[in-house]
Each structure stands twice: as structure tokens, then as C-alpha cells.
């Protein structure tokens, strides 16, 4: 399939604000430009606060409808590297409302400042203590879900290889799941669709500088988990993107943990994009994502 439409006329606006390529700045760079697009959202939502979680800063969502007892524990993308409580607002928001579930996102430390480990340390942290402080959270302890985009769909995939506490779902969205760079879409998709491969050893290298982590370390690579650690975890819905570099180490994860017994939904956006499932004002795609996701949560939950 083309591109989208609507997706096309996204980059060609993204294109005009000359911006150079992240690989080509610092973190500190990409920040500041990630930070001046940010705009408040637009999206209701009947409560949220801000929550200290054994010292993990977190933003916790009520929606106006509840549909279940659930919550679900959300981690921001940027490669490790970028995003924050700010940018995974609009997000956490509208699925909080569609799936009519609490959402509590989650700020962990980036890197390179704090690289591997320390933000999935900090994943972890905020998990167990949403389950500790389900009460004040107003929702049943033992009704979790963990998810995440891109890299925080990373973070997401290694707690639920975990098992840390007990989980319903897991949300992977575009998932970063090899380090190793080697799947096909990487090369496929190299240039052109926002998320370069350039850009994604631009984040990898920041992750991993602190030299305790590893590509082939499933607590980096998901994806290389034996078939044990996989078979335990709970079930996922998978959402990748044709146009996306990563495309493939969804669509492998996916069919691993098929493979492995877990009950998996895979879906791939035809004509889409890494980072899609953020627009939901302006791509039609990423509001059908959202539905998707909503539904999977609800069913999970309740």
C-alpha cells in the first residue's frame, strides 16, 4: 500500500521545519525540539494527578465512564532518550477514556544521562508500586496491564517476560524488541518515514553507553527470551506500522509469542508511520488504534 494521505501531508509539514536529522544532535537538542511542539491537549478526561511512586515520577487518569477495575501501567516512547509525563499526555488520556480503565504513565529516567538499567529500573519500581497502592489508585490490585510504545513498549515487554506481578494485558505498540538491528524492515524502511535507522543506533547507542547492557540481552532484546520466559507472559495486542523501521520486530515478537502458547492480536497499519499512534487529532489511523487498544483493554480488565 502507498503511504497514507494523511500521513504523507504529516511528514511533508514535519520536513518544512528544516529540523536536522536527531542523529546529527544531542539529547539535550531533541529534547527542546520535542518540548516546542508540544501543544496541551485537547482531549477531556474527568481526573488526573500527579503521583510519587517509591520516588518514579507518575501521572495518574481517571476517565468520566469506568468501565472496570483496571488500570494500566503506560510507558512513553522516545528511544530511551526523549518523552516525558508532558508528551505521553494526550495518549494516555484518550485510552484511558476508550478503554474506560485508570491509566497511570510513567516518567522513568532517560539516558544517556542514565542509561540501561536505570529506566526499566524505574518500570519496574512504578509497577509493583501501583499494585501496593491500588486503593489509592481506585482499582482492584490484582486487575494490572503494562504497556507502551516504542521503546517504552521495550520496557513493557521485558516486566511482562518478567512476571514481576501478575498481569491481563500487555500493549505493545510499535515495539523495539532487537537491538541487533538485523531485522529487514530496518534496511526496508531506512529513510523517509520519520524514524530512520540512523536515528534508531542514535538511541540504542544512548541506552546501552553505560555498558551493562548488551543486543543480545533479552532485557534489551525482548525478542531473544527463550520460549519458557515467553509462554509465561500474559496476552498482548501487537500494533506495528508498514512504513515503520521497526515493523518487523513487532511482527517477529508477535509471532514468537504466538508460537509460544500466549494468546496474541496483531495488527499492522497499512500506509502508516512510526509514531502514528501519538497524532490521534490529525491521523484517522491512530484514532482507530486507540478503539482497538480501548477494546482489548476492556476485555483484559473486566
Same mark, same amino acid.
Given at each position: ?59 495518574? !487518569? ?45 516518567? !522513568? ?97 544512548? !541506552? ?34 508498514? !512504513? ?24 499492522? $497499519? ?9 497524532? $490521534? ?22
Amino acid at each position: 500500500m502507498t503511504l497514507n494521505q494523511q500521513t504523507a501531508e504529516l511528514l511533508e509539514l514535519l520536513d518544512s521545519f528544516g529540523m536536522p536529522p536527531i542523529e546529527e544532535t544531542t539529547p539535550q537538542e531533541a529534547r527542546d525540539a520535542r518540548a516546542a511542539m508540544l501543544r496541551p491537549s485537547s482531549e477531556p478526561i474527568a481526573d488526573t494527578r500527579d503521583v510519587d511512586a517509591d520516588g518514579v515520577p507518575c501521572r495518574w !487518569y481517571r476517565p468520566e465512564r469506568t468501565r472496570n477495575a483496571g488500570l494500566l501501567v503506560w510507558l512513553h516512547g522516545g528511544g530511551w532518550v526523549l518523552g516525558d509525563l508532558d508528551s505521553a499526555d494526550d495518549a494516555c488520556r484518550a485510552m484511558a477514556n476508550r478503554a474506560g480503565c485508570c491509566v497511570l504513565s510513567v516518567e !522513568y529516567r532517560l539516558a544517556p544521562e542514565h542509561p540501561f538499567p536505570a529506566g526499566l529500573d524505574d518500570a519496574r519500581t512504578a509497577v509493583c508500586w501501583a499494585v501496593a497502592h491500588a486503593a489509592e489508585l481506585g482499582v482492584e490490585p490484582g486487575v494490572l496491564a503494562i504497556g507502551g510504545d516504542s521503546a517504552g513498549a521495550n520496557l513493557a515487554a521485558v516486566i511482562a517476560n518478567e512476571r514481576v506481578v501478575p498481569l491481563r494485558l500487555q500493549v505493545l505498540v510499535y515495539p523495539a524488541t532487537d537491538a541487533r538491528m538485523e531485522q529487514p524492515s530496518i534496511s526496508a524502511n531506512a529513510d523517509g518515514y520519520f524514524l530512520t535507522a540512523a536515528g534508531i543506533r542514535w538511541f540504542y547507542d544512548h !541506552y546501552l553507553s553505560g555498558g551493562e547492557g548488551t543486543p543480545d540481552d533479552p532485557a534489551v532484546s525482548p525478542l531473544l527470551a527463550t520460549d519458557d520466559v515467553l509462554a509465561g507472559g500474559p496476552p498482548a495486542i501487537v500494533i506495528t506500522a508498514e !512504513y515503520d523501521p521497526l515493523r518487523d520486530d513487532g511482527v517477529a515478537y508477535a509471532a514468537r509469542l504466538a508460537a509460544a502458547g500466549v494468546r496474541v492480536s496483531h495488527v499492522d $497499519f497499512a500506509g502508516q508511520i512510526h509514531a502514528f499512534f501519538s497524532v $490521534f487529532d490529525i491521523l484517522d489511523d491512530a484514532r482507530s488504534a486507540h478503539a482497538l487498544v480501548g477494546e482489548a483493554l476492556h476485555t483484559a480488565l473486566r
